[in-house]
């Protein structure tokens, strides 16, 4: 970290300053310039609070030379993470292809589409059983018969399942669950995502709708701080002024990521466009940008969805998503 | 709700369509003209769920006519609601001086900056005991003991309490705070909405860095459809492409806030700037613009805070603020 | 279009509305419902200010049926657009790979990089003469000695040339340029718009930092209007709150643009990320989602260049870049 | 500017970065660390690339310590700047009240507007002759006449008048204009801005929907540069998520431009929101900002105004605001 002091600081401030970050276990480098004084900050600056050294008065502005995050960081895990769910692993080259619909409803329709997806390919089924709503009186989910769905769902497909949990208080209802999905709404709920952190099991960590990178991989460092490893990263479109589609989807997240960042990273397309016929372009492009997979909202009979219909796709035009997206995984290699 | 259909629809189709939403007890107005059909929905369409109907393929598209929340809206409820704490009012004409350490740090802190704040007309005190931190490696408040000292705090000068709940499970820690805050970064946090719905508390509720008006409305719906009728709205800067500033105060939110709800509204000018220096125009802005109160960051010793101090006043700054404020209070009535 | 008028509005009021719109040309059908009045528009609603009638005191809201763009309309103009620049076509199904400096510095530098650009697979060469630059103190371009140089190099290689024009009076100078570019901080200086209109040139029009797709439509209306139908649409990225990346590319815009509009879509990964590494992966998604061509700054010597190198490929980089979006375009298929 | 070295730069190459920038007659100073050097540049870095030297492999990051312009900045000039309009002046505690229809529509219109206007305290009179409009197919102002006829209404009133340019072909039609209006839309339309350097009117220049304050004062400096220093900072609403409000008005633009720059800072609430309610607090809100100016659509017919009558307020409306304001300036001073 480098702290860059205001001309006219004197002597004295200066060693008053730099006594205090010695305080914080620091080793300070201090280098006198014709206009300005620079203070190099060494050791676990981690701890540091920017905003506070910025505000000093004798201090003209901070700068970070390492990344706030650790055990997210590729610096120190040069390897890609492989998360291991069931018979099924993600990331270092592995794929995941995960699919089904956008709120479990019956057991008939998840093993249908549950049976449809794995038949075209997917390797993971998606579905939400406690769902977020902007609206009090939307419908929320089936909450823990949409568990209990799921569960037989994975029974009669052998798919490994991810669903979204909103409050730890629900977490003994996820034993089986495989993978626990963290929505962006509660990207930064620190409580839940330090609680995430005591299980081991893989958390799939939604980036926040106006969330930057490096906040999403902070994010991850509250789950990995407290001994679980398993954070699978995913990018699930931004907002911003574009109405067109529900979110922007930014698909640079996903080598940002790869490159600042050891996990792997998935790509939504149906909640960050919103839209049924623009999840085969983005998905595509998702494969194309080096995701290491894509969750895509299929259903059996989109014009009856409960909810987010808009989104899903049909089980054929799953099936030829999935063809597409492999050929073109293979392009890249 | 007015649905549009598109050029082309059959008449088996739309009847189709009519049938359904007939079922959702709405009552359906079909208006065909030659260049499209148009269905108006009359009923509570406040459980219609717009996006699935957009996304039907006989549907070009769907507007609501009718904000799509009640109990926060102004239209059920004229007058401007006043929320009571403790000895003070706020909304309709009562003004919160709201002022206090970001974090609390020790007794001796809490209970000077209470007393000094008090002194220069704040009404409520405010403080963190426990610190949503976008790093785990950062200060993450006092927690308990922090709600303690506020107590202690209260007990001292008599000031009314506001301080942040981050976890359903504390609730019991803040029975003795007078407000409860909830953050931005909770503002969809919705289990936590609706425990707080069940409490008879007055909520803090601020707005989420990316969240539109409708939407922190809509999350005042959570809280008050559980019975709590008690939410403040607090407007505490969005998050643009801006970066001189942490984020960009939207001041126009208290107008339009003020005419779609009842609700009071607050401004939070210090966490919006995140410098010290640009809160007393911006906390007079909102005066001017007919805020309900403010809330600033008041510390006895800005270049020593343990988080934040960026964004705090002095006691004496304070001090000459609230003078300015009072005699814009004066002047826009 | 769709006008809403409140609840209350009168008979009288009505009838006024009515006639005030009949002198616009329009057909209006009234349909009147339990709570609310709908009037349709039928005609040239192309003209019709929605803000205005919006403001009406009568009208709740207003909302277009149509999109106000014609000619750009893929409704009115069902065929993909194939823009013909020399011997190279543009879209329906034919790719642009459009590669060079960012800016032209040198006889000898220009032809080296097109040379090289060309035999690596590029069919296109670009190449920055008049160059807007957020300071006036930084490098502006050669202006017209770089149009000459450009000509040069399109002589030695048989390339067409495409470069960015700042201000109308400058047209004569390209004369001799094959596309002429309107860059993203000129998409709505329309009065440039209007006069590119007026030639029979290929416009590359890019897409403003925080302009929507509709306006980017709209801006390609304003040359089209005037005569020029050539007109060749670029996603170079918007601005967000992340800072990671220069900009947000926004590749969804590639299905919408297409979905909206029989105009060619092309791509520039290189100035929305800003960085070089993230270059080949947004190029390859952006080919995936099914981008009629994609932009890239090449140079032969990215350490030393004049502004932008940053951005920049190198000629190897650059030829393997172009192998893998030839595999990506067999694959999509 | 500090540059910051990667770990692992070896000497050699230190050494030929150092001489690279020497060339650019820059003094360097070099600080060896143990985990970084730092070198800082000492000089005239306002034309160093930025851009082009983070992107060299050796170069972790670079960071501006001084501002990159120099003659809007208050450093250099630390009083305020005062312009002279006529009799009028702007900045340094002289407000300006600026009045007047979105669009000039005929002679008894804009001169009943300005003798109203002026009646209750504006002292500048505005109006659109030439108008942006995002479709070629709405009405796009009556150009020279309407300046013809704004300068019937100065002289009928005594009002000095500012109008807005969008080609600088039309200068010559601004003669006798008092204040020349650069749109938000070619706030980066540099060519336009070093003619418009070369005049010596004022010029009231708009921020860009998304441009930050920095790009606003680099487009004042472009003006500046050329020798014409009368520039007027005009705030008027970024473009964000928000859809209620046109614009979100950034209020602490207003403190943040005053602290880095000597130009006085003028407000317009009309087209940031939008909506005329919204106008009268935005105003107040501003002038308790303290900005040195508002400007505001007046019409003396909103529900029939050919444009953007959505936001403009009744001359009585105007009254009631201009006493407002008043009444806000003295209580802040």
Not at 220 to 248: D, H, K, P, Q, W
Not at 293 to 311: F, K, R, T, W
Request: glycine share 8%; hydrophobic share 40%; charged share 20%.
């Amino acid at each position: 970290m480098i702290a860059i002091l205001k001309n006219g600081t004197t002597e004295e401030q200066t060693a008053h300053l730099v006594s205090w970050l010695k305080h914080m276990n620091l080793d300070v480098h201090v280098s006198k310039g014709a206009e300005m004084t620079v203070l190099g900050l060494i050791g676990d600056t981690s701890r540091v609070d920017m905003e506070l050294l910025s505000s000093l008065e004798i201090v003209s502005s901070v700068k970070r030379v390492s990344e706030p995050f650790k055990q997210a960081n590729r610096k120190f895990h040069p390897n890609d993470s492989i998360i291991q769910v069931g018979n099924v692993k993600i990331g270092g080259g592995y794929f995941a292809m995960i699919a089904g619909p956008c709120s479990v409803e019956s057991e008939e329709q998840i093993i249908e589409v549950a049976q449809a997806v794995k038949e075209s390919g997917a390797n993971i089924l998606r579905g939400g059983a406690f769902k977020p709503r902007t609206s009090p009186y939307a419908f929320q989910g089936m909450k823990e018969a949409g568990i209990q769905l799921l569960l037989k769902a994975k029974e009669a497909t052998g798919l490994p399942i991810v669903t979204e949990i909103m409050n730890i208080s629900a977490l003994d209802l996820f034993a089986d669950v495989d993978i626990i999905q963290v929505g962006a709404r509660n990207m930064q709920n620190f409580d839940l995502l330090k609680e995430l952190g005591k299980t081991n099991k893989p958390i799939l960590l939604k980036r926040g709708l106006a969330n930057t990178l490096q906040e999403l991989l902070m994010s991850a460092e509250y789950i990995m701080s407290e001994g679980n490893e398993n954070v699978i990263l995913c990018e699930r479109g931004i907002r911003t002024f574009e109405t067109y589609t529900r979110n922007t989807l930014d698909l640079s997240a996903v080598s940002v990521l790869h490159e600042l960042s050891h996990l792997p990273v998935v790509v939504d397309p149906s909640h960050a466009t919103g839209k049924s016929r623009l999840v085969p372009p983005m998905a595509m492009a998702a494969a194309a940008a080096g995701a290491d997979g894509i969750m895509v909202e299929v259903h059996n009979n989109p014009s009856c969805a409960l909810c987010d219909g808009a989104q899903s796709l049909t089980p054929a035009q799953f099936d030829e998503l999935n063809h597409r997206v492999q050929k073109i995984r293979e392009a890249i290699v």
